[in-house]
């Protein structure tokens, strides 16, 4: 995402892509099929997984609506912990990836539903950039804490290939979980502290641009697996 220092002229500049991006996002949820490989749950426990898909403050927010899913935090992983630090992330320099970590209940939704919001909310096609951010820091990246998370994110990823989902071949990585390490707090629920005017949301042109937008359509498209909806 922009550093919170970067200006509204920028957000003006990038406001160009937002019909296109709209249009994918919508295009890309109506269109995917669900896993052919999903996983078969006891419901005995939760489980976690990390999805990086460009600026964390959108992603967050869908999954933070999504049924079955306990927390999703911003955080970065990829790189090492001690330059986990947004201005030193935001170089592009450390290797870290803008993630979200989800803790969800497979009895209410699987891994496999979840890889399909996932694919839906932002372009995996796009190699090292994501909206209007550019940089190995906003790259599309699954990080699995299971083999059978493994086995079901690579097995999707071809199956969407295969049926030539989007328009572009899926740049999207498939890599273990090292170490996910938490962002600072005001990157925590930052889109809902825009949705509620909270000072501690600096970039509202942005979110307003690119955030919102991925929530709406997430909720639109997913029904039965957003909260509140039947």
């Not at 709209?22 to 078969?40: C, G, H, I, R, Y």
């Amino acid at each position: 995402m922009p550093r919170v220092t970067r200006s509204i002229t920028r957000i003006a500049l990038c406001a160009g892509f937002i019909g296109a991006i709209s249009t994918f996002t919508l295009s890309a949820a109506a269109s995917l099929p669900n896993p052919a490989v999903d996983e078969k749950s006891s419901g005995a426990k939760l489980e976690t997984t990390v999805f990086a898909g460009g600026c964390f403050w959108g992603i967050e927010a869908v999954f933070d609506a999504a049924k079955g899913v306990r927390d999703a935090v911003s955080g970065y992983a990829g790189g090492s912990k001690a330059n986990a630090h947004y201005e030193i992330v935001s170089t592009g320099t450390t290797g870290h990836a803008e993630s979200v970590q989800i803790t969800f209940d497979p009895s209410q939704v699987s891994f496999g539903q979840l890889l399909k919001i996932y694919f839906s909310v932002h372009d995996p096609t796009q190699l090292n950039r994501q909206d209007p951010d550019e940089g190995t820091q906003y790259r599309s990246e699954i990080f699995y804490t299971s083999d059978e998370q493994k086995r079901i994110a690579e097995a999707y990823i071809q199956q969407l290939s295969a049926a030539k989902a989007f328009p572009k071949s899926i740049v999207t990585k498939v890599a273990p979980l090292q170490a996910f390490y938490q962002a600072e707090d005001y990157h925590q629920d930052y889109v809902l502290h825009c949705q509620q005017g909270l000072r501690v949301c600096t970039n509202r042109p942005y979110v307003q641009h690119f955030d919102i937008p991925k929530l709406a359509n997430f909720r639109a498209q997913f029904p039965t697996l957003a909260k509140g909806e039947k």
